[in-house]
Every structure is written in C-alpha cells, then in structure tokens.
C-alpha cells in the first residue's frame, strides 16, 4: 500500500475552500505543431491495471469459469487503443500470498480490505489464460519469506509456474514489495536500509535468473527482466533512485524498468473532493515530483522505463464513497492519467480490488450486489479514446489555467489533432444554483473547418450511475458487458482559426480537428 505524496503540502498552498465558476471566457492555445513541453510518444498500454493477490481470481476467474465480464473491459479498452491493458499481479506490503502446490483454490481470512493471508494453489494461474493478448508483470516474494527456510526456493517455483503460463506474454519480475515499509510491517528489524535492500534484490534476481530464465523456451530475458525500487512513497530519506543505483541496485544488469507507488490521498479529515481531487493544481504536483527521476530513467544506459506500478486515488481504498467511485473521480482519473503521459511516466497500474472504493468495476457479486461498472471506468474509457489508435501520440499540457480547469492538446505525428478540457468547478443535483457554463474559445490552425466535440456526462459530481460518454453508458447484463445508447456527438465551425464552446461544471470534453 502506497504512501500518499506531498498532499499536505500542495492542499496547504494551493487548496482552496470552496468551488466557483470561472467568469470570464478562458481561451485555450496549444500550437498547430508539437511544441517543447509536450511528452514523449505515450505508450497505448498506458492506462493499465494491478490485481492484488486476494482479489485476482475474482477478476479473472478460471478456466472452467473465466471472467467474461472484466474480459468484455479488457477487449473494449483494447478495442479503442489497439493495446491490450497491461497487468501487474502484486502482493500487499503484508506479503500475504503463499504458494501451496495442494490447495486447489484461493483462501483468505477477512471479508474487506486486505486480508491476513492468501493460499493459492495451480488453478489459481489459470486467471492467467482470461486475457489473451495481455502483458504481465508477477511479483515474486521477498518480504517475510525473506531467510526463512523454503523461502527462495517457493518463490523460485512460482515463478516457474507463472513464466509457463504467460510464456512470451511475462514482461517483467518484480522483487519483494515496497521496501520502505519493510520495517513498520515486521517483517526487517529496524535500521534496515537501501543498501540491505539492494543485496537481498541482487540474490534473488540472480536465483531467478539461473534457475528460471536461463534458456527458457519463450524468448525471455536471462538478465535485465526485473522491475526495480516498488518504493511506497517519494519522500523518504534514503528511499530514492540515485540511493539504490549507488548502492549497486543494477551492478549486475538485472534492472529492466522502475516502479514507484503512489496514492493520491489517505483518508486526512481534510481530504475532499473539490480540493483534492478536482483540482488540477494539487494533480499536477502530485505527478511531476517524479520529473527529476525519470529524466535520470531516461538518461540511463540502457534506458529504464519509469512506472507507476500501483497507484489510484486513495490509499484508504474502504468508506471514502464521498470522493472514491463517484464521477468527479472519473474526472480526476482523467487528469491523473494525461498528467502523467505529458510527464513521460511509461505506464499506470491502476490498482484495482472487489471492496475497494476507487475499483473501475466490481468483478463478482458482493454482498448481495451484482457486478457492475464504476465510476472511474469512464475516465479509462475517456483516456482510450484520446490515445485511439495512431501510432505516434503527444500530449501537452496547457499552462497557466484556473486550479479548478485542465486542458491538453494532443498531438498525432507533430500535429495538433485533440483537445481535452476537463471544467472541474463541482456541481451536485443538490446545489442550490443552476449548473454554470463555461465558455471556452480554442486555437485552431486555421485550415481546420471544423471540429467535433464528445462529452463526459453525469449529474454532478456524486453521481454514481447516469453516466455517459458521447451518450453511451456500459454495465453488466447476464455475465457480460453492454452498451446502451447511441454514440453522440456534435459538429461546430471553426471561423479564422477559432471556435467557442461551453462546458458545464464538473464535465469533460474531447474536441476532435475533423
């Protein structure tokens, strides 16, 4: 479970009390070409996901029994980006998963939350087989199985087990979990330090590598297959990039990418949807704390991808369904997701559980509640379709805007091709006045005639149902996920290389150059 990052300090400087419409019509400008400031070529796998180990078969089912409901999601987003979401399996900071060859199905002691301990036995991987097409990362255990007897040796054999069954589809290892919480979980006495972590990382990439990437069959690495760091959070004293590359984290070349954990709250009492959510001032800050580590990434030979391998919008994931699951998250998740593609961030492992309140879907019945799709879905549906399918995507985030306004332009080959404006003033059906309107006025180039505008609707910020993307809405029906309403959007002019359009508070839109 990751640490939340510099909230305090942004809500204390940049939070503000209470939400307001913007008067005056803002005006957009994002040049015709891509200009310095705009991201690298983003990933189309770049809205991902993260299963933790007690709610894996819930997502994915078995053979006999697959999940079709969240392969429907899987083959809808990879039907917008023509990528396959990527899949990270983790464990807790706990370390709660153990390796069983006798157990035939998953076990866990507690209903909510993360639960004390999971025994999964062989069908437990044949979730594996759900999702053709996907990618995945499995994270091997390193924390209290650390120097015990059988230790090494289980984690070994599940990473036999897991590399078979994803064969060529297995990207990366990764290597124990959040290190920095190793002492507060018991499971490292105290003073334990990065370079005790790097020593244990190097013995068990090195055990992994001989024992089971060496000559695989599926064309895998033998040594740079290993996903580095996991660190909880970005403001711990020792607990950082250039600590660990010091302490000789990659002095054997096991090191193929570097992960980061990241929340974008807890649950402080001052945490609230307008201030820390729909804000795109306290967003931007929370992602581009990691602009110096990924240049240093980038700057790396060979070059590390930089990931942020769990993350969502509250690490307090039960009882915050004031801002988790309601659609000014699905507001945020957008930001959070365009923030961190203008920020070079590779990939976003969108953690997801059955109970937990920020989950894009609820896989299985719970408590009496049939599956369905949540909220925060629609921010990774909106996010496909910004990327779609072109190959060669960039995305540039408009400066000097209201805290409570966000706004990008995208680029497809250098050129500009999108807007996306997200009006982030919260607005509920219970607020006592008429729904404001902004009115927006965009630079266009001026050989565009026209543009075409797609909505992100509800009926305010703490919908949970109604929701629609260019007037269509997705939910489970017998098993599966369908679609209701027509697709909808609407056509303007663009007159001298300008158009103006409104947006209502606490709604999004995609502006598409026809």
């Known amino acids: 479970m ?45 809205a991902s996901f993260s299963f933790p180990a007690h709610f894996f078969t819930d997502y994915t089912g078995n053979l006999t ?15 917008k980006t023509g990528a396959h ?23 866990f002691t507690t209903q909510y939350g993360i639960p004390d301990m999971v025994y999964i036995g062989p069908h437990f991987f044949d979730g594996f087989l759900n999702f053709p097409g996907t990618r995945w990362s499995w994270q091997l255990n390193m924390g209290n199985t650390f120097g015990k007897k059988g230790g090494l040796e289980n984690a070994i054999e599940v990473a036999k087990i897991v590399m078979d069954y994803t064969k060529n589809s297995l990207e990366s290892f990764e290597l124990g979990n959040e290190p920095d ?61 250039e600590e660990s590359f010091q302490d000789g984290l990659d002095r054997h070349g ?36 990691y602009e110096n580590i990924i240049e240093s990434c980038h700057e790396y030979h060979p070059a590390l991808p930089f990931v942020l391998g769990e993350t969502n919008s509250n690490s307090y994931n039960l009882n915050m369904s004031q801002i988790e699951g309601v659609f000014g998250s699905a507001l945020w998740l957008i930001d959070h997701l365009l923030m961190g593609m203008a920020t070079n961030i590779t990939r976003y492992n969108l ?5 937990f309140g ?42 000097q805007l209201p805290w409570n306004v966000s706004a990008y332009g995208i680029y497809e080959s250098g050129s500009l091709a999108k807007y996306v404006v997200i009006n982030f003033d919260e607005w509920n059906s219970t607020t006592r006045y008429e729904r404001p309107v902004q009115k927006i006025t965009l630079d266009l180039p001026l050989w565009v005639k026209n543009v075409k505008v797609e909505r ?28 209701t309403g027509a697709k909808f959007w609407e056509g303007y002019t663009v007159k001298k290389g300008r158009v103006g359009v409104d947006l209502r508070s606490t709604e999004a839109m995609l502006v598409s150059v026809c």
């Open 181 to 241: 919480l190793m002492v507060p979980f018991g499971h490292r006495a105290a003073g334990y330090s990065m370079g005790d972590y790097v020593r244990e990382w190097n013995e068990y990439a090195a055990n992994t590598s001989e024992l089971v990437l060496k000559n695989n069959k599926y064309g895998l690495a033998k040594r740079r297959f290993f996903q580095g760091l996991l660190i909880a959070g970005a403001d711990k004293p020792g607990w950082d990039f």
């Open 2 to 46: 990751g640490s939340s990052l510099r909230l305090a300090l942004t809500v204390a400087v940049y939070g503000v009390s209470a939400s307001f419409a913007v008067a005056e019509p803002i005006q957009l400008s994002s040049p015709e070409k891509v200009p310095v400031g705009a991201s690298w070529v983003v990933p189309h796998d770049f």
């Open 65 to 79: 029994n697959p999940n079709l409901f969240s392969r429907d999601i899987f083959d809808l987003l990879y039907s």
């Open 358 to 399: 920020y989950s894009a879907w609820v896989p299985v019945t719970r408590d009496g509640v049939k599956p369905h799709v949540r909220a925060p879905l629609y921010g990774q549906i909106f996010a496909a379709d910004v990327l779609g399918h072109h190959p060669k995507v960039q995305v540039y985030p408009i400066p």
């Open 351 to 355: 953690i997801q559980g059955t109970t």
């Open 456 to 483: 992100l609707t509800a009926n305010g910020a703490s919908a949970d149902n109604d929701i629609k993307w260019a007037g269509q809405s997705w939910n489970y029906t017998s098993g599966r996920l369908t679609k």
């Open 254 to 289: 096991f090191v193929k990418s570097i992960s980061y954990h990241q929340y974008a709250a807890r649950n402080q009492e001052w945490v609230r949807l307008q201030n820390s959510y729909m804000n795109h001032t306290a967003n931007a800050h929370n992602v581009t704390q």
């Open 85 to 107: 979401p990527f899949t990270l399996w983790y464990n807790a900071s706990q370390e709660i998963a153990a390796y069983n060859w006798w157990n035939t199905t998953a076990s």
